[in-house]
């Protein structure tokens, strides 16, 4: 069939369709889908431009575009003819106050987000991230910390203890002497993972919580730097008003030690955030850096006590329960 | 430790509330908190009982009448000790006291107004065998904080580990006096010289490694009684019961000087021989709180020369005890070195307050001072008399280290700088007996008091504590250091919890620790800790499914039926024996439970999740993630009863399929529908998505659709055509979809028919039919072979 030929057809049967002018505009619908759509019955004949001669497709897209114009004419004025009644009519049926159709919804857990938030200040401020293992020795949990077998400071930390006296670390510091024994200063890490503490569930305390170490050490690093990178830290994730204060404190593997104490207006007390101090020149001789050459701060950040400060949260222990009523508030 | 602030008072003035007083010891870092002020109690006042008489209905009730100086009230009182004429501490109704609010109340048919208090129910003590009597000249009516608060005023302090000196008064006092420039006055104590000798002591050191030091004397004609009322209230308002004169003092000087020491009635050491050495292994040993223990040849024992009298540092034997009518005793001021005593402690599970002096390293100097303090105030308050010469066994002096503090690592450290001026004189109050050296140095040596000033990041540590930590500048720029390797090997996690939380996934946080029959439905074997919190949580999980499953079953039991949960955790197996057996792999698994489509006015009928809800939701996942496509294939699994191993990129990176429910009925939930889920490999994901992604330029041409109709046996898998078309390599051929499965009986019997869409493109020209044909006849007739499948019209 010739492209004229087919131009008659066409033509012929929109006549025929709109012969009888439906009432409903559903049915009209059809008509403009069948004839005037993205596949009707003008889509196709374009379609078939690709076969014709090159010098006869000037005169068939002209021909064509006529065909489409006049069909698209005619359609506008039946409906503009059938009035503002049955648009009113199509209008009423639809109910914008209904729902929307289902998607279910997801979540990020809070110690999750809490965890990236802690991460992102830090990465912001020049720290690379790096991970360790969560079942360690008592050497890089202990003993390379100066933590002494034989010194009650070993009791700070209840620990679980797995085959060979290995143990579920206690902490996130035993990166640090993984990052120290493999790599050569100067570095700046932090270190975000879960520790273990074989303590009694409660609502201030669980078996286990999620930690971001970190660890800066370099040749003139100083208790001044670590109060301006902590106290940046904490306002940042706190605001910026917040009132903090430096608090002499004790772990084996820092020297000074502190901890830093948030005040909380609400509860009118100070409340402990978490612990830091400059790296014990100890720990630089078991992981054979040369304590005369090298300086260097190290931290400890709970957040599971950062996100039930920053969301109020009061028990620990909601954590773990995966309750999708809990879940759902993040 | 329970300090005393007026205990304290009398070695430094103390001039600040007590709450000013914590502040300042926690800034020294001492945390403190106040455990007993007074100054709170309202209608709490002092009286007197004027009578007691028996209650009528009870046996052991009285009722007394209490004045308070205005008015006489009945009040119940149920302790042994009430007798008329006493001076008291009355609770009127209307107070409110820790335990609670005190109202009119009848007790057994008799009407009380208040309550006479013991001193738990002020929370001065955990004391409540009798009332709190007070002194008689005591002026009825007064707030009891007037009368009381100045002596029982307390504060709880959390001693750090490595300060063994502030585990006392004096120890604190010094702190107190450096800070605020007050004088420190310490007791003075006389050397006391023997008058009559009775007695000639002999100590032995058979392990003087473990006992470096052992100072022995006989004081004789003790008498036993009651402390005076001053050293009572001090102890008491430190926490300490008074209980007779002689043990009072042991334990006054105790919390006074830091320094423990053993009074033993002399009938246990009748030939005045002390003889130190190590337990024999299985040598028994019964302690004066009446347990028997085995011991191990590290143990240290203070013996008579035979028999053992004591655990060195820890406890006296059974009988060593001052009793009411011991007359003569020895006292011991030793020093043991501290390794020795933890491990004793450590393995018989005692922590006294002598071990836990001992073992955080007493001052062996202070062996003297304390030694003479007990014999001073056994002569004045229990008629002792020296009737010995002081044995002083002391072969090896345990001398101080000197260290080299220079001016400039204080700076260096510090980071500002700190004066000499008040270098020297927190030196110089700390007891660091120093000279100046070169280079703007000192030449230090601690104090005998502080084992924990060894080097010079020490005494450095002290300068600054001192200084104040809030002195220092926060600095707030601070030279910068590149990484160039990686500076987050694990950065795109986020990516993959944001495009599941995205996909309608709850994130689940689950305790890694789990029942041993819970690690083990993976198959897995698991790293069971030795000393577990309890048996449900003795186990490392080896997979994130257990613990997903609980929290279906959590939900459903709290009203939430339709679920779709994921985790990112760590798993651990212990695959073979030992430490170095133990590995820890980083897994994301996910679940599916109860509707895809929750019931609603759309979709009334709402659907259920199904494998192809969780394989829609895979897919999604790796084609948002990593543009890839994934392909499934049939295998088996410890944990899925339908498994399938997900391959992306031909690397197996996880699997997915329905749990089975044996794994549900072992763990007793209550979950009846399947559970669809998947575990993925967390470091083979990383993997992938470490790969660079390069742009693909957007083709220019149009496609071109083919629909192929095959009829096909029931058994054949639509996946496996399409990996076979696949196969054919054909650059042209874009995708290949099922679109339309049909079952009619005029197919036949065990038979479908699958409509494929094809779709074909090619990157330099438009495709004509002719262009697709011979490739679709070679599609048609491998199908036809290969799977005995017809063409359908």
């Not at chain 2, 205990?7 to 000013?20: K, S």
């Not at chain 2, 904080?145 to 504060?155: F, G, I, M, Q, R």
């Not at chain 2, 347990?291 to 059974?318: C, F, N, Q, R």
Request: proline letters at 4%; charged letters at 25%.
């Amino acid at each position: 069939m010739s492209l004229n030929d087919s131009i008659k057809a066409v033509r012929e049967q929109f006549r025929t369709a709109i012969e009888d002018i439906p009432n409903e505009p559903s049915k009209l619908e059809k008509i403009r889908v069948r004839f005037l759509g993205r596949k009707g019955e003008v889509a196709k004949l374009f379609a078939t431009m690709g076969k014709i001669a090159a010098e006869e497709r000037a005169e068939a897209g002209k021909q064509l575009n006529e065909l489409k114009n006049e069909l698209q004419s005619a359609f506008d004025s039946i409906v503009q003819k059938m009035g503002k009644s049955s648009k009113k009519s199509q209008a009423d049926k639809f109910d914008y106050t209904l729902p929307g159709l289902y998607a279910p919804t997801g979540s990020i857990h809070p110690i999750e987000s809490t965890l990236n938030e802690v991460k992102d200040i830090f990465k912001s401020i020049g720290f690379s991230v790096a991970y360790g293992p969560e079942v360690d020795d008592e050497y890089h949990n202990f003993d390379a910390l100066n933590i002494l077998e034989h010194h009650p400071a070993r009791d700070m930390q209840d620990t679980f203890f797995v085959e060979d006296r290995a143990v579920l670390r206690t902490h996130t510091s035993n990166v640090q002497i993984h990052l120290m024994e493999n790599k050569e200063p100067p570095i700046r890490y932090i270190v975000p993972g879960r520790v273990y503490r074989n303590e009694a569930l409660s609502y201030k305390s669980f078996c286990l919580f999620h930690q971001v170490e970190g660890l800066y050490v370099d040749k003139n690093v100083s208790f001044a730097e670590l109060k301006g990178t902590l106290d940046y830290f904490v306002r940042r994730m706190f605001g910026e008003n917040v009132k903090i204060r430096f608090r002499p404190s004790f772990f084996p593997f820092t020297e000074p030690s502190a901890e830093i104490d948030l005040w909380n207006p609400e509860r009118n007390q100070w409340l402990e955030i978490l612990g830091c101090g400059m790296v014990n020149p100890k720990v630089f001789e078991n992981v054979g850096y040369d304590p005369k050459v090298w300086h260097g701060y190290a931290f400890g950040i709970g957040i599971e006590r950062m996100a039930m400060l920053k969301y109020k949260i009061k028990d620990i222990r909601d954590f773990y329960r995966n309750d999708v009523r809990f879940l759902e508030q993040f | 430790m329970r300090l005393s602030i007026n205990w304290l008072n009398q070695y430094v003035d103390i001039r600040e509330t007590p709450q000013e007083l914590a502040d300042m010891l926690t800034m020294l870092g001492f945390e403190a908190e106040i455990a007993t002020d007074l100054s709170n109690l309202n209608n709490v006042v002092t009286a007197k009982v004027e009578a007691v008489e028996k209650h009528p209905n009870a046996d052991k009730l009285a009722v007394c009448k209490v004045n308070d100086g205005t008015e006489t009230f009945n009040v119940v009182c149920g302790a042994p000790n009430v007798k008329a004429d006493q001076k008291i501490v009355y609770a009127k109704v209307g107070a409110e006291l820790p335990g609670g609010k005190i109202t009119k109340a009848k007790i057994r048919g008799e009407v009380s107004f208040g309550m006479i208090c013991a001193e738990d129910e002020l929370g001065i003590s955990d004391e409540h065998e009798g009332i709190m009597v007070l002194p008689d000249d005591t002026k009825l009516g007064l707030p009891i904080s007037d009368v009381l608060n100045e002596k029982y005023a307390a504060l709880e302090l959390d001693i750090a580990p490595n300060r063994p000196d502030a585990l006392s008064h004096i120890g604190i006092a010094r702190e107190v006096s450096l800070k605020t420039g007050r004088k420190l006055k310490l007791p003075s104590h006389d050397i006391e010289k023997p008058k009559n000798i009775t007695d000639n002591v002999e100590v032995i050191l058979d392990d003087d490694k473990g006992c470096p030091r052992y100072i022995a004397g006989v004081v004789d004609n003790i008498k036993v009684g009651p402390s005076p009322q001053w050293m009572k209230e001090l102890l008491e308002s430190a926490g300490q019961r008074s209980i007779n004169n002689v043990v009072d003092i042991s334990n006054f000087v105790l919390l006074e000087t830091g320094h423990p020491t053993h009074i033993f009635d002399h009938s246990q050491i009748p030939h005045d021989k002390i003889l130190v050495r190590k337990a024999a292994k299985g040598e028994e040993f019964v302690t004066l709180d009446e347990d028997k223990h085995k011991l191990d040849d590290y143990h240290l024992l203070i013996t008579d020369g035979e028999k053992p009298v004591a655990l060195a540092g820890i406890m006296g034997g059974l009988g060593s005890a001052v009793k009411e009518d011991t007359t003569k005793v020895l006292i011991e001021s030793a020093y043991f070195d501290p390794v020795t005593v933890r491990k004793g402690s450590k393995s018989l599970g005692m922590l006294t307050e002598s071990s836990r002096r001992f073992e955080r390293g007493a001052d062996p100097e202070a062996a003297t001072t304390a030694f003479y303090r007990i014999v001073s105030l056994l002569k004045e308050y229990a008629n002792g008399e020296l009737v010995s010469e002081v044995v002083d066994a002391y072969p090896n002096k345990i001398l101080q280290p000197k260290i080299t503090l220079r001016k400039s690592e204080i700076d260096l450290v510090a980071g500002c700088d700190i004066s000499n001026k008040i270098i020297e004189e927190v030196m110089t109050g700390l007891g660091i007996k120093w000279t100046l050296g070169k280079d703007n140095s000192w030449e230090c040596t601690p104090p005998s008091y502080r084992p924990d000033l060894e080097n010079e990041i020490d005494l450095i540590e002290e300068v600054i504590r001192i200084y104040g930590y809030d002195n220092v500048p926060v600095q707030s720029r601070y030279g910068s250091l590149f990484n160039y390797t990686n500076p987050d090997p694990r950065a795109r996690i986020t990516d993959i919890v944001n495009t599941f939380a995205g996909l309608g996934f709850r994130q689940c946080y689950n305790n890694s620790l789990q029942a041993e029959s819970a690690a083990r439905l993976s198959g897995i074997k698991p790293v069971k800790t030795v000393n577990p919190l309890s048996e449900n949580l003795s186990d490392l999980r080896t997979s994130l499914i257990s613990g997903l499953l609980n929290n279906i079953d959590f939900n459903i039991k709290n009203g939430t039926n339709d679920l779709q949960l994921f985790e990112l955790g760590q798993v651990h197996a212990q695959e073979s024996k030992g430490f170095k057996g133990i590995t820890e792999t980083a897994q994301i698994a996910g679940v599916l439970y109860g509707n895809s489509q929750i019931p609603n006015i759309h979709n009334e009928k709402g659907a259920k999740h199904s494998f192809y809800s969780l394989k829609g939701s895979l897919d999604n996942f790796f084609l948002r993630l990593l543009g890839l496509t994934a392909n499934c294939k049939k295998t088996e699994h410890a944990e899925f009863e339908q498994s399938f191993a997900i391959t992306l990129n031909k690397t197996v990176v996880g699997i997915c399929g329905f749990i089975k429910h044996s794994i549900v009925e072992d763990m007793n939930l209550d979950i009846e529908d399947k559970v669809y889920g998947f575990v993925l490999d967390t470091d083979k994901l990383l993997n992938i998505l470490d790969q660079p992604v390069y742009y693909r330029e957007i083709a220019k041409y149009p496609t071109i659709e083919r629909d192929l109709n095959f009829v096909l046996d029931e058994a054949v898998n639509a996946g496996d055509i399409i990996n076979k078309i696949i196969k054919l390599n054909n650059k042209r051929l874009k995708s290949v979809t099922p679109i339309n499965i049909f079952r009619h009986p005029s197919l036949g019997d065990n038979k479908k028919s699958i409509v494929f869409n094809l779709v074909f493109q090619d990157n330099s020209k438009t495709l004509e039919d002719k262009d697709v044909n011979p490739i679709i006849e070679e599609i048609i007739s491998i199908v036809k072979v290969k799977f005995n499948a017809k063409l359908r019209a």
